[in-house]
């Protein structure tokens, strides 16, 4: 499996609130387009300023964004992570094939280069205080045996 994110994507932050947008000839694409920079702006309307966090967006790299989403994205503030398509075997396949990439967002646990991730989807909004999921313990570090 490739490299994450690609070879010279590093963490400029120790964590990061993480989305997922795919590109398709659809309106429902460039909708979730839409919806990151939306999430985008609630995610920074709502968290602690003196917290430093990532905002990334995990797209595929088979079918990679158009290159005027991702500019509007990296000008927005997110940096863009290209994963490998986990397909979904047949027994597996949703109803609708919008969902036929939701597998691909595992790749998540592959970003170990963030001490703490937070995923939300492209069509969340915030609309209260979200620093309390980057400063609080959830439990205590889990050791490897």
């Known amino acids: 499996m490739a490299e994450l994110c690609g070879a010279g994507f590093r963490a400029q932050a120790p964590r990061a609130f993480v989305t997922f947008v795919t590109a398709d000839d659809s309106e429902a694409g460039h909708n979730y387009v839409l919806g990151a920079l939306n999430l985008g702006r609630s995610v920074r309307a709502h968290i602690d300023p003196d917290i430093a966090f990532d905002m990334t967006v995990m ?16 000008d927005d503030g ?18 609708y094939e919008r969902f036929a990439d939701q597998f691909t967002k595992l790749q998540l646990w592959r970003m170990e280069f963030y001490e703490r991730i937070v995923y939300l989807d492209a069509d969340t909004l915030e609309v209260g205080d979200i620093s309390v999921l980057f400063t609080r313990t959830i439990a205590p570090p889990m050791k490897i045996l």
Request: some cysteine; overall charge positive; glycine content about 6%.
């Open 59 to 74: 797209t595929l790299r088979n079918r990679p964004l158009p290159d005027g989403a991702v500019k509007r994205l990296v």
């Open 78 to 95: 997110w940096r863009i992570c290209q994963a490998e398509h986990i397909p979904m075997r047949g027994q597996d396949l949703p109803v």
